[in-house]
Every structure is written in structure tokens, then in C-alpha cells.
């Protein structure tokens, strides 16, 4: 059975920061990335950013030069360093781990930044 641990969400204010944690535990083969995906009350879910096998990293463009994705391969954990946060990255963020046969998606972790 798979399991996603996140952690690290919270309440901040604007231009503060935060960092997220994710730690994939259980039967996962063949890991194509991991990531994080966010969604705002009454909005759609939306990428954040995703760090592939290859080692390479993708941004919403909400995000690229505040948010950074780091990943542990050997302890199956992937970060998000949230910084000069604004009111509207106010979401609940969800962990995703793509492999070869399916996704696999957190529980989620409400991240609030009050202005």
C-alpha cells in the first residue's frame, strides 16, 4: 500500500515562507516525478511544480523565481520552499508521486497567507 506524508503547511504572512514536505512510503515502481499541485477554494486544481527522474524541474509561472522543488530519491521525499508567499498561493496543496502505472496523490495540506 502506497502512502504520501506531507507536512509543513500552515498560516503565514505575506512574504513570509513555508516548506513542505512529502514522503512517499510503500510499493512505488518505476517513479517518473514527484511533485506538488495546489487548489484554491472554488478553482481547479493547477500544477506548482514537479521534479522528473531526470532531474529536471517544472514551475507554474505563478511560482518560478519564489518556489523551489527538491527531492531526496532515497528517502522517497520531495520538498517545496515556499518564499515571498502571497495571499494568492492561499491553497491546499497536494503531494503527487507519477509512476509508471498511476498517480499517486497526498491527503493534502492547507498552506494560508494572510495579507
Known amino acids: 500500500q502506497v502512502q504520501l506524508v506531507e507536512s509543513g503547511g500552515g498560516l503565514v504572512q505575506a512574504g513570509g515562507s513555508l516548506r513542505l514536505s512529502c514522503v512517499a512510503s510503500?510499493?512505488?515502481?518505476?517513479?517518473?516525478?514527484m511533485g506538488w499541485y495546489r487548489q484554491a477554494p472554488g478553482k481547479q486544481r493547477e500544477l506548482v511544480a514537479l521534479f522528473t527522474s531526470g532531474g529536471t524541474t517544472n514551475y507554474a509561472d505563478s511560482v518560478k523565481g519564489r518556489f523551489t522543488i527538491s527531492r531526496d530519491g532515497a528517502k522517497n521525499t520531495v520538498y517545496l520552499q515556499m518564499d515571498s508567499l502571497k495571499s494568492e498561493d492561499t491553497a491546499v496543496y497536494y503531494c503527487i508521486v507519477k509512476s509508471v502505472s498511476r498517480n499517486y496523490w497526498g491527503q493534502g495540506t492547507q498552506v494560508t497567507v494572510s495579507s
Open positions: 510503500g510499493s512505488i515502481f518505476s517513479i517518473n516525478a
